[in-house]
């Protein structure tokens, strides 16, 4: 997506050669204009492929999965990020890595918020080494619904995440894959 790589090479700031910092348009300050292009590019990539429900993770995938949602006027579900296990019988979790802070957390489902058999999209911020996708797709198996697809901001396509996802069988769409960065440059995979 030609306009989001565009923003990335503007305002993007690689922190090193891992981790991207895009808190001017993403994670802090939001450009809300970009994220509904964002929501649309989605929208038009799964409109035929039968979704039924659209989920994110807690904070910074909910801008771009509430763009895609309602262009596909589709309900959205936010996992949570809780510091601990929670026992309830309603209650699904699993455990993650987090890529950016090296720490663990317990990624939340409400079982009442995915009810069997729905046909799932999952829209995140980043992908990374796909931690957080393997979660999501943990909990939602674990409910009884299918992880169809997984759509993607910004893929970092040198840690590995995208390889994951597909032996998942997921149908992964990233729109902007990193070929490789550091602090002064980034590149992009040709299309
Ligand atoms: P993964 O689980 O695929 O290793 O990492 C994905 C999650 O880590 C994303 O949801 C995102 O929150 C965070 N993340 C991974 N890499 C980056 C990065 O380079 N920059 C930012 N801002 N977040 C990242």
Same mark, same amino acid.
């Given at each position: 997506? *030609?306009?989001?790589?565009?923003?990335?090479?503007?305002?993007?700031?690689?922190?090193?050669?891992?981790?991207?910092?895009?808190?001017?348009?993403?994670?802090?300050?939001?450009?809300?204009?970009?994220?509904?292009?964002?929501?649309?590019?989605?929208?038009?990539?799964?409109?035929?492929?039968?979704?039924?429900?659209?989920?994110?993770?807690?904070?910074? %995938?909910?801008?771009?999965?509430?763009?895609?949602?309602?262009?596909?006027?589709?309900?959205?579900?936010?996992?949570?990020?809780?510091?601990?296990?929670?026992?309830?019988?309603?209650?699904?979790?699993?455990?993650?890595?987090?890529?950016?802070?090296?720490?663990?957390?317990?990624?939340?489902?409400?079982?009442?918020?995915?009810?069997?058999?729905?046909?799932?999209?999952?829209?995140?911020?980043?992908?990374?080494?796909?931690?957080?996708?393997?979660?999501?797709?943990?909990?939602?198996?674990?409910?009884?619904?299918?992880?169809?697809?997984?759509?993607?901001?910004? *893929?970092?396509?040198?840690?590995? %995440?995208?390889?994951?996802?597909?032996?998942?069988?997921?149908?992964?769409?990233?729109?902007?894959?990193?070929?490789?960065?550091?602090?002064?440059?980034?590149?992009?995979?040709?299309?």
């Amino acid at each position: 997506m *030609e306009l989001l790589k565009q923003k990335i090479l503007s305002a993007g700031r690689p922190k090193n050669n891992n981790v991207l910092l895009v808190d001017s348009f993403i994670n802090h300050q939001v450009d809300i204009e970009l994220m509904q292009a964002i929501g649309q590019e989605f929208a038009h990539y799964y409109a035929e492929k039968g979704i039924t429900r659209i989920v994110t993770v807690e904070s910074s %995938g909910i801008a771009p999965a509430a763009m895609t949602a309602l262009a596909l006027k589709l309900p959205l579900v936010i996992l949570k990020k809780q510091s601990s296990r929670i026992l309830d019988e309603d209650i699904l979790q699993t455990t993650v890595h987090s890529f950016t802070k090296g720490t663990k957390y317990e990624l939340t489902l409400k079982h009442e918020f995915m009810p069997k058999g729905e046909r799932v999209l999952l829209i995140d911020d980043f992908l990374a080494s796909g931690d957080a996708a393997v979660g999501v797709h943990t909990l939602i198996t674990q409910a009884g619904a299918q992880l169809y697809g997984i759509g993607i901001v910004i *893929e970092k396509a040198f840690q590995g %995440g995208h390889e994951r996802l597909q032996a998942m069988g997921c149908d992964v769409y990233s729109l902007a894959r990193i070929r490789s960065m550091n602090e002064n440059q980034i590149e992009f995979m040709d299309e």
